[in-house]
Structure formats: C-alpha cells, structure tokens
C-alpha cells in the first residue's frame, strides 16, 4: 500500500543549528500535509501544516517545504533549541475520511 | 478552552478485567478518534466518530469497544485484552471528519498484565 516514509530515523543536531527532517510519501493524490510533535510521554503536538498547492509555508523557527515533483517534504527548524528535542511526524491526508497517514517518525536529539 | 483531555494518565489491567478510557473535548469539534501508539511507532488509526455515529472502525478486535455518548466525550471499552494491547492509546478530535488539523490528547499509557 502507499504510505508515508522519513530518510533518518535519527538527527543529532547541535543547540542553535538548523535542523532538516526530510520525509518522502507516495500518495500523489494526498492534498494535505501536516508536521506533528511528540514529546516523550505526551500526544502528538501540531507544527505546521501546508496543502498541496503550496510550495512552502513559515511558521515561528519552522518553514516547510512541498516539493510534489519528487513527492518530498521537509520540515526546517532554524537555530535549534533543547525543548525540539522529540520525536517528529509528518502525515499526509489523501482522502476525504480524515484518514492521516503517518510517517514512521524521526528522533531529533539537541547536544549542547 | 482548546484541548484535548484523557483519563486515565496510567492504567494497569490484568487480561480479565473490564476498563474504560475517557476522552474530552470542548472545542465543539464533531469528529473524534481513537489511536493506538506503540513503543517508538507512529499513531495508528482504530475508530473514527462523525456526529457521535461511528464513522471508520480500523478492523480493530472486538475486546476493543468504542463509545461516543454525546460530542463532548469518548470511551473506549476494554475487556479481556491481552499483554500485546499494552500501548498509548491517543484521542483526537476535529471540527469534522475530512478537516484537516487533528488535535490530539496526552494519552493513556495502557499495560496488560
């Protein structure tokens, strides 16, 4: 089936670099992509989101991009902070259901 | 107020009990849904609720059992569950099935015994 996908499942990123987390998906149907947060022992926590018909949309420190080409998203984190550490999801949305499909996730770890 | 509530945070049951999980939500959203997290997995889809009706159910095994009483509130009933069920069991909700942003609670961390 298709389904949504991370290149890394680990990223260690040094306090105050940016940070990539790259996801692939192959649904080219889906119209809606969504950036969550988890925390240890805590539910998922909304990033950022952005629709297929956009390439790129900023948030507060977090920018993500669509690239339907290639069937890639990226979620930038600029000057990374302890508190990013988590584990971070993307999903998409291809039907109507409200069915978000997730990615398998990626462990971003922030070293002093 | 905009946030999802869950109860209990922890629970422990044996394989023989019968125990409920309660979600919360008033932010008059009209879609609800159960999640069930493993161990470093993402969150997998188990039942969707639409206008308090059960929309989408995930082939999800009968000692599973969803509720959704009114637009407010959704159990999810345990009975007979076996130590593989042991996992976070995550509540969403939506303004509407098909909306885009789901806004999830904190979770409760289930362990059969």
């Known amino acids: 089936g298709e389904s949504v996908g991370l290149h890394l499942p680990t990223l260690s990123v040094q306090e105050g670099d940016n940070s990539i987390i790259n996801c692939a998906y192959s649904?080219?149907?889906?119209?809606?992509f969504i950036w969550y947060k988890q925390e240890s022992g805590k539910g998922p926590q909304f990033i950022i989101d952005i629709r297929s018909n956009m390439d790129k949309r900023q948030g507060q420190r977090v920018t993500v991009l669509l690239n339907k080409t290639v069937k890639h998203l990226s979620l930038q984190i600029a000057a990374t902070q302890p508190g990013d550490s988590a584990v971070y999801f993307c999903a998409e949305k291809g039907d109507s259901w409200g069915k978000l499909q997730f990615g398998a996730g990626t462990q971003v770890v922030v070293t002093p | 107020d905009t946030e999802v509530t869950q109860t209990p945070k922890h629970l422990v049951m044996g394989m023989t009990n019968k125990k409920s999980l309660k979600c919360e939500q008033h932010?008059?959203?009209?879609?609800m849904y159960w999640y069930k997290q493993k161990a470093k997995k993402p969150p997998e889809l188990m039942f969707v609720y639409s206008y308090e009706k059960l929309s989408i159910n995930e082939s999800v095994p009968s000692r599973f059992s969803p509720e959704c009483p009114n637009s407010s509130l959704l159990n999810l009933h345990l009975h007979a569950l076996q130590p593989e069920d042991s996992a976070l069991y995550l509540c969403a909700s939506s303004p509407r099935q098909g909306f885009d942003e789901q806004y999830f609670g904190p979770g409760t961390r289930l362990t059969v015994t």
């Open positions: 649904n080219s149907a889906s119209d809606y």
């Open positions: 932010m008059g959203h009209r879609a």
